[in-house]
């Protein structure tokens, strides 16, 4: 059982440096660098894709975002999350921490399967955007804005 554990985390260190190596790409030659820092992601949101039968679902955390700092687009094989998280009022103190990240941010996510982009749905709740993307046999398809709902 401990070699089955190596072997999995062997996998899971090999795709997460598989889909750093791919977002780097992506940035540089999809969207350009744009003057932003490559080496740090501190505004780009964390996402998890999971595919199910007949649908794949994305989830991407916005903590700090109202959804109507959010815009999503969805083409045939992408889906691109831009938005804000905004800056606090801060009354004027000294600080001695500051970790905190806050501007605009743009994540491009590959879509791994055919989907139907005129049937997506987005759903906003506490933070968390996801996003419900039909499978389809057909991967042509066009890019479109979506509206996000806000859940309560």
Same mark, same amino acid.
């Given at each position: 059982m401990g070699e089955e554990r190596v072997g999995d985390d062997s996998l899971e260190?090999?795709?997460t440096f598989q889909r750093e190596v791919n977002r780097l790409f992506r940035r540089i030659f999809e969207e350009g660098s744009q003057g =932003?820092?490559?080496?740090g992601d501190a505004l780009s949101p964390k996402a998890d894709v999971n595919e199910g039968e007949h649908e794949l679902t994305v989830e991407i955390e916005t903590p700090g975002s109202r959804p109507s700092d959010l815009t999503l687009w969805v083409s045939r094989d992408l889906i691109v999350l831009e938005g804000e998280k905004p800056h606090p009022a801060?009354?004027?103190a000294r600080f001695h921490c500051l970790e905190r990240?806050?501007?605009?941010?743009?994540?491009?996510? =590959?879509?791994?399967?055919?989907?139907?982009?005129?049937?997506?749905t987005a759903r906003y709740r506490a933070g968390l955007l996801t996003v419900k993307l039909p499978k389809i046999e057909d991967r042509r398809g066009e890019r479109r804005k979506v509206a996000i709902t806000v859940s309560t």
């Open positions: 260190k090999f795709l =932003e820092d490559l080496e801060r009354p004027a990240d806050f501007g605009k941010f743009r994540r491009v996510l =590959e879509i791994p399967c055919p989907v139907d982009t005129r049937r997506v």
